[in-house]
């Protein structure tokens, strides 16, 4: 309970500092974002629809694409981040804190990239096209990042015709340093090796397999300096995934040792669904 408490307290948090950065830096110097806050931001210009609102309706039909792709958790989290983010951009004043249009675009670009990094490393996001990205790179090995810059690329194009290339090139600014947040505090899908060492093999193996539907291999071991038979489990799972497995052998056994190494390429059958 403390720890779902303490995750919907950093989810709300994060939301918040992702719509104070909007509202601070980025919107009242025309700066836009890829995805979905970026066409809100596109149709906030012509219609002066609050971008909070327009944020939320938009994100609707895909909070159902990820409720079969993703999971119940993952959506409800989402829907918690995404309510808290459309209310703090409704009501936190649409106020430029800087004049200067670069330190904006850099400084508003890495506070909404930390936010989001976080928001899915605590297993949430912030919607839009982090669902998309998520539900295809499940489905097609792909990267999320490369996904999501794609989509982001689209509409950067769309603003550049709009407004100018020249706040376009600030707004590019603004993704990159924005991505590169994100990467300092989660790295997307890249696969995982995990080798644990544990006395509670068979529960614990049993629970990966449920958590995962993926295959445990167990092997036979001994310890150098007690000498006393063990057994080491390894399994292979995605960066999306590791938060819920460390705390899911945190709970079977809080003593077993886990080595967690970067898995280059993984080849034959690996569920991804």
């Not at 931001?41 to 327009?54: D, S, V």
């Not at 400084?107 to 989001?116: F, M, P, T």
């Not at 295809?136 to 550049?160: E, H, P, T, Y």
Request: aromatic content about 10%; overall charge positive; proline content about 2%.
């Amino acid at each position: 309970m403390l720890r779902l408490i303490l995750q919907i307290g950093i989810i709300g948090f994060c939301s918040m500092l992702f719509g104070f950065a909007f509202n601070t830096f980025l919107i009242p110097h025309q700066l836009t974002s890829g995805g979905v806050t970026g066409i809100a931001f596109l149709i906030h210009h012509f219609t002066h629809i609050n971008t909070g609102w327009i944020v939320l309706l938009i994100n609707i039909p895909l909070f159902i694409c990820g409720l079969k792709y993703l999971g119940k958790k993952f959506v409800l989290l989402t829907i918690y981040a995404v309510m808290v983010l459309s209310f703090s951009m409704k009501f936190i004043p649409i106020h430029a804190i800087s004049s200067d249009i670069l330190l904006s675009s850099i400084i508003g670009g890495a506070l909404y990239g930390i936010a989001v990094g976080i928001l899915i490393r605590y297993g949430g996001s912030t919607g839009g096209t982090d669902i998309v990205s998520l539900i295809m790179a499940k489905k097609r090995n792909l990267q999320v990042g490369f996904l999501n810059m794609c989509m982001n690329f689209l509409v950067v194009g769309i603003s550049g015709l709009i407004f100018g290339w020249n706040i376009t090139l600030y707004t590019i600014i603004a993704i990159y340093v924005a991505g590169r947040a994100v990467d300092m505090v989660y790295t997307t899908q890249n696969k995982l090796t995990l080798t644990i060492v544990t006395e509670k093999y068979s529960e614990l193996s049993d629970a990966l397999i449920k958590l995962h539907s993926r295959g445990v291999t167990i092997t036979d071991a001994e310890g150098a300096y007690t000498h006393k038979p063990k057994k080491v489990l390894t399994t292979v799972i995605t960066k999306f995934e590791l938060n819920e497995t460390k705390h899911t052998i945190k709970n079977m056994d809080p003593k077993a040792f886990v080595n967690i190494t970067q898995t280059l390429e993984v080849m034959g059958r690996f569920r991804r669904d």
